[in-house]
């Protein structure tokens, strides 16, 4: 019902920046937490960062926290992932994802392949 597209990844060298946007069909995503996970080969997809669907709270995992900034625009059917100081650990596929948790929806994006250079 949602399809969720991300872009914006791509080549940085360490210390950069990157942002990565995911647009959302439909005109439902103001009711959508929205979050950013990545995942790379042989280990679980884990959460990076959330926000609620007013924008108005926002979770950071320990490690990216104070560095990455998640926002939305409900106006756009848009949300960001601004990366700063980017280490190699950030290396991952990275997933845009729609919840909401009252009727038990979620949607995935297709993934953005991220890769910080040494």
């Known amino acids: 019902q949602v399809q969720l597209v991300e872009s914006g990844g791509g080549l940085v060298q360490a210390g950069g920046s990157l942002r990565l946007s995911c647009v959302a069909s439909g005109s439902t995503f103001s009711t959508y937490h929205m979050g950013w996970y990545r995942q790379v080969p042989g280990k679980e997809r884990e959460l990076v960062a959330r926000?609620?669907?007013?924008?108005?709270?926002?979770y950071y995992a320990d490690s990216v926290k104070g560095r990455f900034t998640i926002s939305r625009v409900n106006a756009k059917n848009t949300v960001y992932l601004l990366m700063n100081s980017l280490k190699p650990e950030a290396t991952a596929i990275y997933y845009c994802?729609?919840?909401?948790?009252?009727?038990?929806?979620?949607?995935w994006g297709q993934g953005t392949q991220v890769t910080v250079s040494s």
């Open positions: 994802n729609a919840d909401r948790s009252i009727d038990r929806t979620s949607y």
């Open positions: 926000v609620s669907s007013s924008g108005f709270s926002t």
